[in-house]
């Protein structure tokens, strides 16, 4: 976890990478490969010890805080999996964290997802491959 100016000191949870966002948004970023096997949106067991974690600290550091659950891809198109598209995939793999928060004491009310396919693709497909939580900035 990145730790500057105490961005994530709070957040400093094994397998995620903590930063600050543009308008002051707090962002744990899990790679897909941690969380999900290739083309599944089913939370592997391994996965739960960090989301375990991040509930955690959502609920000590951020209990007021909205929270969006974002779900991305690679631009690779959909072959081999049963998902109609790489946003479909992204949505249930997001909707697969949100609840899994919720099931932890994360407040239902206060928690959503949004799929974004191959949208902000990064350098590689396995950094492409991710979950972001964004913790809104209070008032956001």
Request: without cysteine; hydrophobic residues 35%.
């Amino acid at each position: 976890a990145q730790n500057r100016k105490g961005v994530g000191s709070d957040l400093a949870i094994a397998g995620t990478n903590v930063r600050r966002g543009a308008n002051g948004e707090v962002i744990v970023d899990l790679a897909g490969d941690v969380l999900f096997d290739p083309g599944s949106a089913t939370l592997k067991s391994s996965a739960k010890k960090t989301l375990d974690g991040v509930a955690s600290a959502i609920k000590s550091r951020y209990g007021t805080n909205l929270i969006r659950v974002e779900g991305y891809t690679d631009t690779d198109p959909i072959k081999k999996s049963k998902w109609q598209s790489n946003e479909r995939l992204s949505g249930e793999r997001a909707m697969a964290v949100e609840q899994y928060l919720v099931s932890k004491g994360v407040e239902n009310g206060r928690i959503y997802f949004a799929g974004f396919g191959p949208a902000r693709a990064q350098p590689s497909k396995n950094k492409s491959r991710r979950v972001e939580i964004v913790i809104l900035a209070s008032g956001g």
